[in-house]
Each structure stands twice: as structure tokens, then as C-alpha cells.
């Protein structure tokens, strides 16, 4: 008797990359394989080096095989194995079955739009966005001059690029935006690059911190508020989950908190009132439309009571899936489970490719 075919979904889980949260991206990796249902998917976990070669991750699939992964899975895979190439994975998951990506490849060269224009040209279906909504979402600068055009409002800020850079900048700055402010590279996550400046002379060595991450910097007026966040999910219909607070256990919400340490305080689901929780989730569907978002994103607001209401600070496209990340604690709390989640987010995957291919077949 033939074998019967494996009716399991291959999921291929890219993780590392080049970009500077490469650490953040293999404790992401770590946690989605320890959650996703052996029974259902059949797994390729992939690392991508900070030098870009594509290794096959063989010791997590072997945890993965033993059952044991609590045991066996450190708390941040390694990239390491035989090398491989985009090629022989795609084409050799394709050919064994229905076959989804899961990109969990955080900041440039990543979550940026270029590995999902990989993924488009191999016709791959791939869990988040598109090309040109992870490349808007990733880009702060492009992000807040779309959401200003529709309307949502944001903190007041600034966005330069490298050569416009003067002995003037800084002071021009503090004279339209005040001082403190937040610097941020354009192109980066995890609050890496994010300096808060509290003078002028401070502002420019931010400045410059930034600049060693992107050619464009951003930098924000400093928000009194409440930091809320909220889990975006779906494709053309999409649902936002209850709102969460975060209560920085450092000056701001930074690398360390977000990763690192449990300092930082995660309110799920954030204390607002009625109104309040509806209108911020209303708010962040807005700013996953406009950015052109599909499948998932964390949407992260400011918070002025008895001012502005609330001011749309990002969006994040392949938000943090750590033990101690915000989205996965968000969906638990508005009644999806961590595997239930992966699920869902596999099958918003097929769903987009399949909406795509009839698209472009003619």
C-alpha cells in the first residue's frame, strides 16, 4: 500500500536576520516553536546569519520531533546548521504540500517588505504583510505623513534625512517641538536606536545614534500619557482586540523592558472605560487600513486624558511573540489562545495568497 500523503501544513519559520534585533527574532522563534501543533504543521525552522546566508535550524526540528521542546528548545534558537539557500526550501516545501512562511525576521531586511518580495516572486503564501504594507509600516517617517493624510492624529515630530543633518538641526528642532524629545531611526523596532534627549546637546549625540541605523531619523514631541496598545487580526475584515496598557518599568518603554527584563508592567486588559477601550479599538482597525496591513499588527498609542485622546504612535507588522510580548497576551485576553492564534494567522495566509492569485491570473 502507498504512503498516504502528510496532511499536515508545511510551516517554514524564518528567524535571525540581519537587521539589529537579530537576538529579539530567535527568542520569538524559540516561543512560536514551542507553541505551534506538531499535528498540524509540519516545520522547516530556517535562521538567516547577520551576514544574510540561510542556515536549516536541524537541532529545533529535532526538539521538535522529540516532543520534549520544554526540554529541549533554549529560550532563543541559534542560528546554526547546513547552509541552504530560498530556493531548495521554498521549491522543496511546495512540492510536499500546502505551504505557508512565517517570517518572524523583526526590522529591516525583514519586516521591511523585502522578504515578503522573496516570498511574492517563489508564489509562497507568507503570514503578515504585503510588500507595501510592511515597507510603510516599517518606515516611521512615510507611516505618519499617510496617517496625518487620513486624518489620525499622532504626536507632532520631525523627520530628516542623513546629509540634511547641519550644526542647526538640533537647536531648530528644540524650538519647534520642545524639549524632551524621543529620536528614533525611521527604520527600526524594538525601541533599538531610541534615544530620549532632554537637551540640545543631548539631541544631537541622539542624533547621531540614530544615524548609525538609518539614513532617516524621526524625532517625536515627548507625550505625557498612558501607553496603549492594541492586536490587530484579519485580512479585509479586520478585528482589534481588547486594548492593553504598558507601564514602563524604565524612563520609557525600551529594549530592555520589551525583551530582557520584566520591569515593565502589562495591563491586560488596559483599565479604560467603555468608551474609551471602543474608540482606541476602532482607532487601530483605522491605522491598519490605512498602512495597507494584512494578517497581523500591534498598533501603539499615547494616551492624553483630559487632552488630545489618543495619538497614534506606530504600527508594528511582525510584532514580538516572546513570553512577555503584548500581542499574544492581547488576543488571550479577547479569547484566542497562543496555538489558536498561529492558526489563524496560517489560514489568514492562504486566504491572502489564494485572494491574490485570482487577482493576477488572467
Known amino acids: ?165 547641519s550644526s542647526q538641526t538640533a537647536g531648530a528642532i528644540a524650538d519647534q517641538l520642545g524639549l524632551p524629545v524621543f529620536v528614533k531611526p525611521s527604520n527600526m523596532g524594538s525601541s533599538v536606536g531610541v534615544s530620549k534627549a532632554k537637551s540640545v546637546p543631548e539631541l544631537e549625540r541622539a542624533i547621531a545614534v540614530a544615524l548609525t541605523y538609518d539614513e532617516w531619523v524621526v524625532v517625536e514631541e515627548a507625550v505625557t500619557g498612558r501607553e496603549i496598545e492594541v492586536a490587530v487580526l484579519g485580512n479585509d475584515r479586520p478585528r482589534a482586540s481588547v486594548p492593553g496598557e504598558i507601564v514602563p518599568g524604565h524612563e520609557f518603554y525600551d529594549y530592555d523592558d520589551k525583551y530582557l527584563s520584566d520591569g515593565a508592567r502589562l495591563l491586560v486588559p488596559a483599565p479604560l472605560g467603555d468608551e474609551a477601550a471602543a474608540t482606541v479599538r476602532q482607532l487601530a482597525v483605522e491605522v491598519f487600513e490605512a498602512l495597507r496591513c494584512e494578517g497581523m499588527a500591534r498598533i501603539d498609542f499615547f494616551y492624553e486624558e483630559g487632552g488630545r485622546g489618543f495619538l497614534c504612535n506606530e504600527a508594528n507588522t511582525i510584532p514580538g511573540f516572546t513570553p512577555i510580548s503584548m500581542y499574544p497576551k492581547l488576543w488571550q485576553a479577547t479569547g484566542l489562545e497562543y496555538g489558536e492564534l498561529i492558526d489563524e494567522l496560517v489560514r489568514l495566509a492562504l486566504e491572502r495568497h489564494g485572494r491574490r492569485r485570482r487577482n493576477t491570473e488572467h
Open 1 to 165: 500500500m502507498a504512503d498516504r500523503p502528510d496532511p499536515r501544513i508545511n510551516l517554514i519559520v524564518l528567524f535571525g536576520g540581519q537587521s539589529a534585533e537579530h537576538d529579539v527574532s530567535r527568542v520569538t522563534a524559540a516561543h512560536v516553536l514551542r507553541a505551534a501543533d506538531p499535528a498540524r504543521y509540519a516545520i522547516t525552522a530556517v535562521g538567516i546569519s547577520r551576514d544574510g546566508q540561510w542556515l536549516l535550524a536541524e537541532g529545533a526540528v529535532a526538539a521538535l520531533g522529540a516532543g520534549d521542546l520544554a526540554a529541549e528548545l533554549p529560550s532563543a534558537l541559534e542560528v546554526e546548521g547546513p547552509a541552504t539557500s530560498a530556493g531548495p526550501i521554498l521549491a522543496g516545501a511546495q512540492g510536499a504540500g500546502p505551504t505557508v512562511v512565517l517570517p518572524l525576521l523583526h526590522g529591516p531586511l525583514g519586516e521591511d517588505g523585502t522578504v515578503q518580495g522573496l516570498l511574492e516572486l517563489a508564489d509562497v503564501p507568507y503570514v503578515g504583510s504585503g510588500v507595501l504594507g510592511s515597507a510603510v509600516a516599517m518606515d516611521k517617517a512615510m507611516a505618519k505623513q499617510i496617517l496625518a493624510h487620513h486624518g489620525i492624529d499622532q504626536a507632532r515630530w520631525r523627520s530628516f534625512r542623513e546629509h540634511e543633518v
